[in-house]
Each structure stands twice: as structure tokens, then as C-alpha cells.
């Protein structure tokens, strides 16, 4: 089966802490089944890196469990209600067959869902 694919290639911004940052430079995705390009990305350059690294060790986390919990059980749930959109995304990056998207991106529910499942039991362990 073959899903419909948008023709216009998708235009992203990267985040850091949150914050959406584009450059003039980009890179395009492509589809290495037929080479056409399926996307564009800001190249990150040195500065973008050191000050994402500075975020993420400045980072101190205030959620409880319960909220943690409630993010990731709420991406689940997201990914599992737009699983046909995103397997079509991940069949024009990666190339793979419609049957395999369908499965890569009904896996992903899985693993945010049980994600959540162990934040709620959060022991101090990294997930």
C-alpha cells in the first residue's frame, strides 16, 4: 500500500531550551530510495552546540513525577492518533516501506508509553 506523500519538502527549526533558532544555512533531508528531498534543517554551528550544552547543564528539573508522567503519556497518546503522519514521515527520511513505517512509528507509541509508566515509579534512574 502506498500512502499519499506531500510534495513540498517540510521546513523545520531547531530548539534550544525551547527556544526555536534558525540560520541562513540549511540542510536538506533526503530520501535515499529516490534522492528527492523530503525536508530542511538549520545547520547547527559551534555556538548553537555550546550554548545547547550550557542549557542542558544549567537545567534544574521541577516537575514531579506525576507531570513527567502526564508529558509523555500525552506524546504517547499524540503519536499513537497521528501514527499514519508520521510513518509517512519516517517512510520519505528513511526510505522504508509503508508496512515498516506503520510499525516504526506504532513502536515509538510504545516505548513513550512505557516511558511513562516507569517515571511514575522514578527512583532517581535516568530513562
Not at 20 to 49: F, Q
Not at 55 to 80: D, S, V
Not at 93 to 99: Q, R, V
Request: proline share 6%; aromatic share 10%; charged share 30%.
Amino acid at each position: 500500500m502506498n500512502a499519499p506523500f506531500s510534495p513540498t519538502p517540510r521546513r523545520e527549526t531547531m530548539r534550544i531550551a525551547g527556544k526555536l533558532v534558525s540560520t541562513d544555512d540549511m540542510v536538506e533531508v533526503r530520501n535515499p530510495y529516490d534522492n528527492s528531498v523530503v525536508g530542511l534543517v538549520p545547520a547547527a554551528r559551534p555556538e548553537h552546540v555550546r550554548e545547547a550544552f550550557a542549557k542542558a547543564r544549567a537545567f534544574k528539573p521541577t516537575l514531579t513525577r506525576y507531570e513527567r508522567q502526564q508529558i509523555l503519556q500525552k506524546t504517547a497518546e499524540l503519536l499513537r492518533d497521528r501514527k499514519d503522519e508520521f510513518a509517512r514521515l519516517i517512510t520519505a527520511e528513511a526510505g522504508l516501506c509503508w508496512k515498516d513505517s506503520l510499525y516504526e512509528a506504532s513502536r515509538a507509541y510504545d516505548v513513550w508509553s512505557f516511558a511513562a509508566q516507569l517515571t511514575i515509579k522514578d527512583d532517581g534512574e535516568m530513562f
